[in-house]
């Protein structure tokens, strides 16, 4: 049974965040056959607007579900209501019609050109300023409702390291606003957004997360998880920030920058690893048979899959001089795709588990469905890996090895002679059965069976 009301507003944020998802799955669903049949709506959704609506609703889904996580977990961990319930919505209300201003921005470009209200062209950052600008007002509520919340209540190392890393978010999309003229300088502070978001901050809210969903599900002494907790937040900032000098090698920048980042985002396996050392040692040490086997099996797969797609397929091309080779290539798509699925879409959806059975009032339920869609999800996002990395290093060896390579299009030709479709046909198929999961998912954490609903008095999920 939910402790405290004002966690109910978590439930709006996990609506809003998972149909942002299965437009984000759909959308991508699309590019891929776009790769396979290049004039798809070409006239109508060209591919550089699809790929801006792939990635952006990407981003806001996952920031919205982190919101959402915190309204839950803030409460819980403060002992005390959030400090205004109505901010929330306002937010919630703010983050909704940006989204939708953003989208039709895209896909109309009415106000092309136009400084407030068109698109900026910058990758991931394409937002209208107004946008950001409404963006900066939903955080400013956000962190003043969840800091007020935690400052007038109890204070735990999980809740400090979640708002650490919800303030870090917060303050690096600012450098989003600062756009110079320099072309190597923009580029510098663009990574500041995009890298010491996913590679830096993030990771201290995906460590504050699986720490509490571990003292939820697993049973664990909260002493134990304050431990392992403020070591994973240490390794992810140290490794991270340093570490953004691994997307500084081609951009103009010095070349110590070669040796600063080679070194330091070599070193960013580490936390990745450490957590799965860490979840698996709770579950391993927990003395409690939790009902939530789904939530777990979530949670686990979030810590291994981030392991592998951030930590081992980030380390494979992060070296300088094998980045001279593959950056911009399929097997920097590879990467990115396992690593964002394991790090953060994972760690959503597990919260989003543990959490819908308290949202609704029951105990948990359709797990044997849940738990199928994860093994759809991550069997189909790691065969779209695998089919990725292999076009990356055909595409490698053809275009940039070759003593006399291939130009781009030679190599990405079109249907009838491209070398690479094989592998376009396995990642679309891989595509599909992501997309599959994401339904059935979707289906057992928003329609429980009828014979599952218990009265408001009956046995809640254990804590």
């Not at 939790?290 to 979030?302: Q, R």
């Not at 329609?447 to 009265?455: D, G, N, Y």
Request: glycine share 8%; net charge neutral.
């Amino acid at each position: 049974m939910l402790k405290y009301q004002s966690q109910k507003i978590a439930m709006a944020y996990f609506a809003v965040a998972m149909a942002l998802f299965v437009i984000q799955v759909t959308v991508g669903l699309l590019i891929g056959y776009v790769y396979l049949a290049p004039n798809t709506l070409a006239e109508v959704l060209p591919f550089n607007i699809l790929r801006m609506l792939h990635t952006n609703a990407l981003i806001v889904w996952l920031v919205t579900g982190f919101f959402g996580i915190a309204y839950f977990m803030i409460p819980d961990e403060a002992e005390r209501e959030i400090e205004s319930p109505m901010l929330a919505w306002l937010q919630l209300v703010i983050l909704v019609v940006g989204t939708l201003g953003a989208v039709l921005t895209y896909v109309f470009d009415f106000a092309h050109g136009n400084w407030l209200f068109g698109k900026q062209g910058r990758e991931f950052l394409e937002q209208p300023l107004w946008v950001k600008l409404g963006i900066v007002v939903a955080a400013l509520i956000f962190l003043y409702n969840v800091t007020m919340t935690v400052l007038k209540g109890r204070k735990t190392a999980i809740a400090n390291v979640l708002l650490l890393g919800l303030w870090g978010l917060a303050v690096f999309f600012l450098f989003s606003l600062y756009n110079p003229s320099n072309l190597a300088l923009d580029k510098m502070f663009w990574w500041w957004v995009v890298h010491l978001w996913v590679e830096g901050v993030w990771e201290l809210i995906m460590a504050a997360v699986l720490a509490y969903l571990m003292l939820k599900l697993t049973g664990v002494d909260r002493e134990m998880v304050e431990k392992w907790i403020y070591g994973l937040a240490a390794l992810s900032l140290f490794t991270g920030i340093l570490g953004t000098g691994h997307h500084y090698y081609w951009i103009g920048t010095p070349a110590y920058w070669q040796w600063i980042g080679s070194i330091f985002s070599a070193m960013e396996v580490i936390p990745f690893f450490a957590m799965v050392l860490f979840v698996f040692t709770m579950v391993w040490k927990g003395q409690r048979e939790h009902p939530n086997k789904a939530a777990i099996l979530w949670a686990l797969g979030c810590a291994v899959l981030a392991f592998f797609g951030a930590g081992i397929w980030g380390f494979l091309h992060t070296l300088a001089p094998i980045n001279y080779y593959t950056h911009g290539t399929q097997v920097t798509m590879s990467h990115g795709h396992l690593a964002f699925f394991g790090a953060y879409v994972s760690l959503n959806l597990a919260f989003i588990t543990y959490a819908m059975p308290y949202l609704r009032g029951r105990e948990p339920y359709n797990q044997v469905l849940n738990m199928l869609s994860f093994w759809l999800m991550a069997g189909g996002i790691t065969f779209m890996t695998f089919a990725l990395t292999f076009a990356g290093a055909v595409q490698v060896h053809l275009q940039r090895v070759l003593k006399e390579p291939m130009s781009f299009m030679e190599v990405q030709g079109d249907v009838t002679d491209s070398q690479l479709h094989l592998f376009y046909i396995l990642r679309e198929l891989a595509g599909v059965i992501l997309v599959i999961g994401v339904a059935l998912y979707l289906y057992s954490i928003f329609v429980p069976r009828e014979k599952e609903v218990i009265a408001p008095a009956a046995k809640q999920p254990a804590e």
